[in-house]
């Protein structure tokens, strides 16, 4: 499903599905709430008004179930009556299944989803998931006609009107910025290098008028950045950090959201095996979804400063590569003892965050890294794992999760157990634990929360997406809806307000002054 324009209409029109193939999507009782006059003209004349309703009762999801209509031309697709209290209510990863599996093939295609207005965000999302834009396929290159997949929103419930064309545009900017992290993500090194990945940056800055600040490669050095300039400078292309900033007129505080960019990592001198190297192009998981929640937030009227830090660098090998023992100098000024260089990440976001509070002024610092391969084991494939030094923004994330589909699941937060894993006798610290059965990583995050200090009185949030940011060996462009929900309400676009973690009471037994309270607090 690669190459596909994906739109989003308030109507995608009527067709003969044998001209237009369709997909129709929802949870079964929300499709039984879809009127046969308003489906009628995307089935007539394949489907008759008694078949549709056949289909419909013969639906039986466990979790999902689909039902042909007409050939392979048109489907009817049912996804989970319900899900537990650590999902999504949207069932956005059976949403993204479904399309893969049931979607009729065509050159123009058309879904209709039938959802609640609070699930629209996230439906959205998922679907885009579904149609990576990367492919080096021959038999691609050879397509001249484009394909595209209309997608149209029917919503039920209470608020149940028209889909407006704000609404359309932030699904369009939301889905984009999915797509173009994905496809960041599955790009190779030896074409996703730093030099390319820069360039992606100055593109979207240039379309958001804004000019990158970058740092590169012996300047790095010279300006004691140790951590990105130590990991990267054994590669062909220099390290890199660069950031993106929004600095709107009015805006009461600062948010940076620092990405880890490691476009390709070997591991360094402590060498990944020839079973677990593949598939670290995805190391930059982190710095491409806060590309593409970058672009779409500005572009949906941000009103607070924001700031994306990009942390770019390769974990090569060569005559130049950090060895273990190394010691290096960070920019928080902590020196580092170095015990494993395949702990990287850690080392290039403690200079990204340390920059974030020392130079930017940063009130809220967030990192999105694909960090710890034991992240999966302690959240699983399907949850990122976050760590905090708020207890209320742990819970944002987790509630933002699940309004957007980017799931989340906290880690344990306890510094004063766990940051003496990181204990040397020559350095601050080392870069890596010394018992990696004690929550590893948990101690990951801490490692970094420790460039701005335990102590710092902002609000620091570590999102480790190691997992999440693939299925199979695709990426998902995981993080970029968690961001754009988390930070909804510095937002200036009503349906970004909605799935934000604040954009309903937070609590039917708090007081107005109360909740204004709590809202400022947490964003």
Request: contains cysteine; hydrophobic residues 40%; neutral net charge.
């Amino acid at each position: 499903m690669a190459n596909v324009g994906l739109q989003f209409q308030a109507s995608a029109g009527d067709a003969d599905p044998q001209s237009r193939p369709l997909l129709l999507l929802g949870q079964l009782h929300h499709l039984h709430r879809v009127p046969w006059s308003h489906v009628r003209g995307k089935l007539q004349p394949r489907v008759t008004e008694e078949l549709w309703q056949a289909a419909l009762s013969t639906l039986n999801p466990n979790p999902t179930d689909s039902c042909p209509l007409y050939l392979n031309y048109a489907t009817v697709a049912a996804l989970p009556s319900r899900v537990s209290r650590h999902n999504s209510p949207s069932a956005a990863h059976f949403i993204t299944r479904l399309v893969r599996t049931c979607l009729p093939p065509g050159t123009h295609r058309c879904i209709l989803m039938v959802c609640e207005r609070s699930d629209a965000f996230a439906s959205a999302c998922a679907l885009a998931r579904a149609f990576p834009l990367f492919t080096h396929r021959s038999g691609a290159s050879r397509r001249t006609e484009k394909k595209t997949v209309t997608v149209e929103f029917f919503l039920v419930g209470q608020d149940n009107g028209p889909v407006e064309v704000s609404t359309l545009q932030c699904l369009t900017s939301a889905t984009e910025g999915v797509r173009l992290a994905a496809r960041i993500v599955d790009t190779p090194c030896n074409e996703m290098n730093t030099d390319t990945f820069l360039e992606e940056i100055k593109k979207v800055g240039k379309e958001l008028g804004i000019v990158p600040t970058v740092i590169r490669d012996e300047e790095l050095k010279a300006r004691g950045f140790g951590g990105i300039y130590g990991v990267g400078k054994a590669a062909i292309h220099p390290p890199a950090l660069a950031v993106l900033s929004h600095t709107p007129d009015g805006a009461t505080q600062t948010i940076a959201w620092v990405g880890k960019g490691i476009v390709y990592d070997t591991g360094g001198l402590s060498m990944k095996g020839k079973t677990t190297m593949p598939g670290m192009k995805r190391d930059c998981g982190g710095a491409a979804a806060v590309l593409g929640a970058f672009r779409a937030a500005v572009k949906q009227g941000f009103k607070d400063t924001l700031h994306a830090v990009f942390c770019l660098a390769e974990n090569s090998v060569g005559p130049n590569a950090t060895r273990p023992d190394d010691i290096h100098l960070l920019y928080s000024g902590k020196t580092v003892e170095i015990n494993n260089t395949d702990a990287e990440g850690r080392l290039v976001l403690a200079d990204g965050v340390s920059y974030a509070c020392k130079d930017l002024g940063a009130d809220i610092i967030l990192d999105m890294a694909t960090l710890t391969g034991a992240q999966g084991i302690a959240t699983g494939k399907y949850h990122a794992a976050v760590l905090t030094n708020s207890a209320e923004w742990e819970a944002a994330c987790v509630k933002a999760g699940r309004q957007c589909g980017d799931l989340v699941h906290p880690l344990v937060y306890c510094p004063e157990l766990h940051f003496s894993e990181f204990t040397s006798a020559v350095a601050d610290m080392k870069n890596s634990v010394a018992d990696r059965d004690n929550s590893p990583s948990s101690c990951a995050g801490l490692f970094i929360a420790s460039h701005i200090g335990f102590d710092w009185p902002g609000v620091w949030v570590h999102l480790d997406i190691a997992a999440p940011v693939h299925a199979g060996e695709r990426a998902t462009g995981f993080g970029v809806a968690l961001l754009l929900a988390l930070f909804g309400q510095a937002s200036e676009d009503p349906l970004l307000n909605l799935v934000s973690p604040l954009g309903c009471d937070v609590d039917a037994q708090e007081g107005d002054a109360e909740r204004d309270s709590k809202r400022r607090r947490l964003v």
